[in-house]
């Protein structure tokens, strides 16, 4: 409740606008673009723009309104969000179609690096009241040939019951539901943790004022965030979703697939046990 009274998009705007700048430096991590690509690509999206407001006669009122909405969604810090939402999930899938191994999904913008180490077998950190149905978690990390990929790492990160994220809403101890699990010689990692909630986009900043005016709806299905790797393989950044959820057949990020729905199974003390491994592609 404290929680819901000072969460607002600028807040977690902010928050993600700064985890970029800091995670992706303008001066290190973002390379430059070569200028016969910035050419191609400027000139294509311009292009289809201009083809949208030809064939449909966008008037000056609509320009008007695109405008001063560009200009907050700035100012609300939501471009990360509003890219990530409408757009990652087509950069991810070109970036990982000739892969083999297990399947991957958009990152969003709530990764932290470097989660507090758990080991092979341990929980991530919670609350004491941590609410939410328990799930205990084991896989296996292995090499597309099948041998288990002893030193990969497991970075987990997701949503309370409430929704929300760590580190981007306010009250909520800094690495919550934030962790880093390393196999053992097997390969095998062993997580507690519990089952997130459906998650909705902010509704009170741009990207919510975009929804509403268009009539869609704010929703992502509850979903697991995991980085996976290993020396000589290619980083897995992918989700898993839950059987069930409303919205795992339309989620506003586009992010679901098939391949990432976990089959969890009830225990006899109330929580739920679930199997789901990954495989890495050589590097
Ligand atoms: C999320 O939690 C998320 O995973 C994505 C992709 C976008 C917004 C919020
Ligand atoms: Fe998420």
């Not at 909405?69 to 990652?88: M, S, Y």
């Not at 390969?187 to 089952?195: C, D, L, Q, W």
């Not at 339309?250 to 729905?261: C, G, R, Y």
Request: hydrophobic share 35%; with cysteine.
């Amino acid at each position: 409740e404290q929680a819901a009274q000072t969460t607002t998009a600028a807040a977690s705007g902010a928050s993600a606008t700064e985890r970029f700048h800091t995670d992706k430096s303008p001066f290190e991590a973002v390379k430059d673009t070569p200028k016969e690509r910035v050419d191609l690509l400027a000139r294509e999206l311009l292009y289809a723009a201009q083809e949208t407001i030809r064939k449909h006669k966008v008037t000056y009122d609509e320009f008007n309104a695109l405008k001063a909405w560009l200009i907050q969604v700035g100012r609300d810090g939501e471009w990360p969000l509003f890219l990530d939402v409408w757009l990652e999930h087509v950069v991810e899938d070109v970036a990982t179609a000739h892969r083999d191994g297990s399947k991957g999904s958009i990152e969003g913008p709530y990764y932290v690096p470097n989660a507090p180490e758990q080991g092979a077998d341990g929980a991530v950190p919670m609350r004491a009241d941590e609410r939410g149905t328990p799930l205990l978690w084991e896989g296996t990390v292995t090499s597309t040939d099948g041998t288990a990929l002893v030193g990969a790492t497991v970075e987990l990160w997701q949503a309370d019951a409430d929704g929300l994220y760590s580190q981007f809403a306010p009250g909520i101890p800094e690495w919550n539901l934030r962790g880093t699990f390393t196999v053992g010689t097997d390969g095998r990692f062993r997580i507690r943790t519990i089952e997130p909630a459906p998650y909705q986009i902010p509704t009170d900043g741009s990207c919510g004022k975009l929804i509403a005016a268009a009539g869609w709806h704010a929703w992502r299905p509850a979903h697991l965030h995991v980085k996976v790797s290993a020396p000589g393989h290619e980083l897995l950044t992918t989700q898993l979703y839950f059987p069930g959820d409303p919205h795992n057949d339309d989620d506003i990020a586009n992010a679901v697939k098939p391949e990432l729905m976990l089959e969890p199974v009830d225990r006899a003390d109330s929580g739920r046990t679930v199997e789901y491994g990954f495989v890495l592609d050589p590097a």
